[in-house]
């Protein structure tokens, strides 16, 4: 399996301008996760899926952040309008069953200017 | 105050040195817990999983006690890849992180 999927690795935008992470999850895996991790902060749970439905969106920051998971083997992290405190890792994770077994993708670097 | 919390270090330790991290977490109903690492610049991986029973794998052993909400993570005669972030995992519904242990393994 090659694992769970991540673009882009690295995001160069600027501020005001929309961005849209990607995650393959493995195949099979129930669950999806995506993480935010910053110095400050940390790693933080945003959203998760099961089943492909948003289960628990009370990480999201705010409105400028929405997430979709429109099959199994897909999900996007959409920013809009981006800024500059947004710039951190994200990262997506899938688990087979939500409390073993999570695998994460390698991340998106974002940088907003 | 934070759900997972870490001694963040850092931890500077020589070769061959046992080092012990320690994490304390605030969600009593918290179901199953782990120790993953993170190198720098990559994602977090799974280390191993924490039994109350206490585990070992290799030169690593971990601990939790339920009554203290307490976990523990016991690394024997380090090795210079060892040196990592280690983050404190613990799961009810979803994983919650600690802010991580940094551990820097000397020659």
């Known amino acids: 399996d090659a694992g769970v999927i991540q673009s882009p690795r690295h995001e160069v935008t600027e501020m005001g301008q929309e961005v849209t992470l990607r995650c393959k999850p493995i195949?099979?895996?129930?669950?999806l996760f995506w993480y935010r991790q910053t110095m400050m902060r940390g790693l933080e749970l945003l959203i998760y899926?099961?089943?492909?439905?948003?289960?628990?969106d009370s990480g999201m920051p705010e409105d400028r952040f929405s997430a979709k998971m429109p099959n199994a083997s897909f999900s996007t992290l959409k920013i809009q309008p981006s800024e500059p405190r947004d710039s951190a890792v994200y990262f997506c994770?899938?688990?087979?069953?939500?409390?073993?077994?999570?695998?994460f993708g390698s991340g998106t670097r974002l940088t907003v200017v | 105050r934070k759900e997972v919390e870490q001694d963040p270090g850092p931890f500077n330790v020589p070769e061959g040195a046992t080092v012990a991290f320690n994490c304390t977490y605030s969600n009593s109903a918290s179901q199953s817990f782990f120790w993953y690492r993170q190198d720098c610049r990559k994602e977090p991986k799974l280390l191993m999983s924490?039994?109350?029973s206490g585990n070992e794998d290799g030169r690593f052993t971990a601990q939790l006690n339920r009554a203290s909400q307490y976990i523990s993570l016991l690394i024997r005669d380090s090795k210079l890849s060892d040196s990592a972030t280690y983050l404190c995992v613990v799961n009810k519904r979803q994983l919650t992180f600690g802010s991580g242990t940094q551990l820097t393994v000397l020659p």
């Open positions: 994770a899938s688990s087979p069953d939500g409390n073993y077994g999570y695998t």
């Open positions: 195949s099979g895996h129930d669950y």
């Open positions: 924490v039994y109350s």
């Open positions: 899926f099961n089943n492909n439905v948003p289960i628990d």
